[in-house]
C-alpha cells in the first residue's frame, strides 16, 4: 500500500512539474548591420526585467553571425539592451509573454 502512495504521488508530483514549466523558455535574436544585412559579432545584449522583480539581469554576447541567446527566459517584459563598449546601440522593451526572438538593425555611422 505504501509504495502505491510513494508511486501515486511521485507521479502527480512529475505530471505537476511538466504542466507548469518553472524556467522559462529561450529567447534570442539576430543584431546585423541595417545597410549590408550581416551580423554583428562581440555585442554586449543585457535583458533588464521590471523594476521590483525577483528575477536577475540576463547578459550575453552576439555571435560571430550576430545571434544571441538566452535558454531559460521567464515570461514578462524586458528592457532589452545592446551595447559596443560604453556605447548602447539599441534599447526597446520586449514581452517574452508575446514573442521569442527579435531581429535588431542596427545603423552604422
Known amino acids: 500500500m505504501f509504495k502505491r502512495i510513494a508511486a501515486l ?11 507548469h514549466p518553472q ?10 548591420d541595417a545597410q549590408s544585412k550581416q551580423g554583428i559579432p562581440n555585442l554586449e545584449v543585457r535583458l533588464r526585467p521590471p523594476k521590483g ?14 545571434l544571441f541567446r ?9 528592457l ?7 556605447y548602447v546601440l539599441y534599447r526597446a522593451e520586449t514581452d517574452t509573454t508575446q514573442v521569442n526572438s527579435v531581429e535588431i538593425p542596427i545603423e552604422r555611422r
Not at 522559462?24 to 546585423?32: A, L, M, N, S
Not at 538566452?70 to 524586458?78: E, G, I, L, M
Request: glycine share 12%.
Open 9 to 19: 504521488s511521485f507521479l502527480i508530483f512529475v505530471v505537476s512539474q511538466s504542466a
Open 23 to 32: 524556467d522559462g523558455k529561450p529567447f534570442g535574436g539576430h543584431v546585423f
Open 53 to 66: 522583480s525577483t528575477v536577475p539581469s540576463m547578459l550575453g554576447t552576439t555571435d560571430h553571425n550576430g
Open 70 to 78: 538566452f535558454a531559460q527566459v521567464k515570461p514578462d517584459r524586458y
Open 80 to 86: 532589452l539592451e545592446v551595447s559596443q563598449g560604453p
